[in-house]
């Protein structure tokens, strides 16, 4: 429940950090590219700041530090971490340009959507949220990781799951328009 908590709290803190690791993250992954070993540090760095959304959101939870400012910032840091993560996936040929297209027309579409009718209704994250969420934050790593490049069944795999990805997270957001679309009619 939103209550009249500071703005300026650790929660909100962890969000913002997440939002400053993201062009370190896009950074390291250009500097070193992907197939080598110095491409974990890239890595690494989506894997720290993924983290830190389920960190932020229970500390906020468990503290009663829920603020109207965490819930703008806190989408925005996940749509700006896995979209600059999609993104690296096209540059680097490893998924198709329409297929990025999809996925960020989806969850910037969504959660712009999101933000402009939060005051007059609340869709609550579902299952499929919350497991478009969990692919994301391990199709991402993986596919930019060397394991890749180092054996075939992780390259197959990695494509598989981000395919997988891909698919639930359009899904998801049909899903979601339906549910406000649904609710709006019934």
Do not use: C, H
């Not at 959304?53 to 749509?79: C, E, F, H, Q, S």
């Not at 579409?109 to 007059?120: D, K």
Request: positive net charge; glycine residues 10%.
């Amino acid at each position: 429940m939103t209550n009249q908590n500071s703005p300026y709290n650790l929660p909100n803190a962890i969000t913002v950090v997440r939002i400053l690791m993201v062009p370190v993250f896009v950074w390291l992954t250009l500097k070193f590219g992907i197939g080598q070993l110095t491409s974990w540090w890239g890595v690494l760095v989506f894997v720290v700041a993924i983290s830190t959304d389920g960190v932020d959101g229970a500390i906020a939870r468990r503290k009663g530090l829920i603020t109207n400012l965490g819930k703008i910032l806190d989408p925005i840091a996940d749509k700006a971490l896995t979209g600059a993560g999609f993104i690296l996936l096209g540059f680097f040929g490893m998924l198709p340009w329409w297929a990025v297209a999809l996925v960020l027309l989806r969850e910037w579409g969504i959660t712009v959507w999101r933000l402009v009718i939060a005051s007059q209704v609340v869709v609550p994250a579902n299952f499929g949220g919350k497991l478009k969420t969990v692919l994301q934050s391990i199709a991402i790593p993986l596919m930019l990781s060397p394991l890749v490049g180092a054996f075939e069944w992780i390259y197959i795999f990695a494509m598989a799951l981000t395919w997988l990805t891909v698919v639930i997270t359009v899904v998801t957001g049909v899903q979601y328009l339906l549910a406000i679309y649904g609710g709006k009619r019934g």
